[in-house]
């Protein structure tokens, strides 16, 4: 069996573009729908690794659904794909816009993700998910003082 890295990475962003578009529209079940039953998940919100798919639907309950995004860029993507073929790590970065009160632009913090796909029964799932912010500008005038 020939392992094809390409098609495997095509496949781990198709996955995520279709995600993050359901996001950007409120939706989080996207997201919850793409991961194992047994995920583990942290975010900029969490005070510990949530574990299981229960206890990240109601963070998200709480925190992120039914709130649209109204301009979303994703940068720098890239998948490691393990040798075996059955396990993708994908990390990027996003920068996600909110509407302010007047219909403004609000850009928020900048993102950085991390995720671990798993192939098992010929389908791909989240394994794990790290949200953090980059260059947020709190950590940075703390690091600098």
Known sequence: MSLDKIKI????????NAINARWNNG???????????????????????????????????KYFTGKPVVRSEQFNPKVVVNDAG???????NLQNSLA?????????PLWNCTQVYRLAD????????????????????????
Do not use: M
Request: overall charge negative.
């Open 9 to 16: 990475t095509e496949t781990i962003l198709e996955i995520e």
């Open 27 to 61: 939706d989080c079940t996207g997201f919850l729908e793409a991961y194992r039953e047994d995920v583990t998940y942290f975010d900029p919100l969490t005070d510990r690794c949530l574990i299981g798919r229960l206890a990240v639907k109601e963070h998200f309950d």
């Open 86 to 92: 059955d396990i993708a790590i994908l990390t990027y």
């Open 100 to 108: 302010g009160e007047n219909g403004e632009l609000q850009p928020i």
């Open 122 to 145: 010929g389908e791909w799932n989240i394994a794990h998910n790290h949200w953090s912010f980059a260059r947020h500008p709190a950590v940075i005038g703390n690091a600098s003082a």
